[in-house]
């Protein structure tokens, strides 16, 4: 089975902190994405990445980055929070840039930003 | 441009009876269409998906959904509700000529009363 953990469940931040959040996959998959997930918004994108070192602009990049140096991870980072960024961020992978598979989901992270 | 729509926040059925939680989706070219489940404090889980062939889709837990190209819906059912199935319920579309980005709908919250 197709594993995706992430770091953190639970995290709570201060205004203005730098925050990491840590995604990892272990089934050699080529695409990852972080979403953000608010009640009533369903899951928006942040980012998403199709390969090492390569990233792409998803619906809501607005006070967010990511990094992927290696394949089985990709981070999102938060560069200096802000409590508009409270929320659950979901982590993804999927096989190929083909549009028929499936995405395998992390926990998740509830981030509280103070 | 692709979207999805689900008009119910929230459903709300009995135990054994039937359940239909409703998906209609807009896309360029042949829709792939998924369906996935989240329980709470947990990441989405897959359920079924429909690429293409039959139009009615068996997947995990006892879920089905049909496909209805002329009504553009892809809506989600189970005979038989159980108190267990209570949890959050997403569609998404891809189109298969298009990104390989799905779109989420804002889901609708299945609740299953003993």
């Known amino acids: 089975d197709v594993k995706v953990t992430q770091s953190s469940r639970y995290l709570v931040k201060r205004t203005g902190e730098k925050v990491f959040l840590e995604c990892v996959q272990d089934?050699?998959?080529?695409?990852m994405f972080w979403y953000r997930q608010d009640p009533g918004l369903g899951l928006r994108l942040i980012y998403f990445?199709?390969?090492?070192?390569?990233?792409e602009k998803g619906d809501i990049p607005e006070g967010y980055s990511v990094s992927r140096e290696k394949k089985e991870r990709f981070s999102l980072i938060l560069e200096s929070a802000s409590t508009n960024q409270t929320s659950m961020y979901l982590c993804?992978?999927?096989?190929?840039?083909?549009?028929?598979?499936?995405?395998?989901f992390g926990p998740g992270t509830r981030l509280l930003v103070l | 441009a692709q979207s999805v729509a689900q008009p119910e926040d929230q459903v709300n059925v009995a135990e054994g009876n039937p359940l239909t939680v409703k998906c209609t989706y807009s896309?360029?070219?042949?829709?792939?269409l998924f369906w996935y489940v989240q329980y709470p404090n947990r990441g989405l889980q897959f359920l079924l998906k429909?690429?293409?062939?039959?139009?009615l889709v068996k997947g995990s837990y006892g879920f089905e959904a049909e496909f209805n190209k002329s009504q553009t819906s892809f809506h989600l059912k189970k005979p038989s509700a159980l108190v267990s199935d209570s949890a959050l319920y997403f569609c998404?579309?891809?189109?298969?000529?298009?990104?390989?980005?799905?779109?989420f709908g804002r889901g609708t919250s299945l609740i299953v009363h003993p």
């Open positions: 993804a992978s999927s096989l190929l840039r083909v549009t028929q598979e499936t995405q395998y």
């Open positions: 089934m050699d998959h080529e695409n």
């Open positions: 990445s199709y390969d090492v070192k390569m990233k």
């Open positions: 896309v360029s070219g042949n829709p792939y």
């Open positions: 429909y690429i293409t062939g039959d139009n």
């Open positions: 998404a579309v891809r189109s298969s000529g298009g990104s390989y980005i799905p779109t």
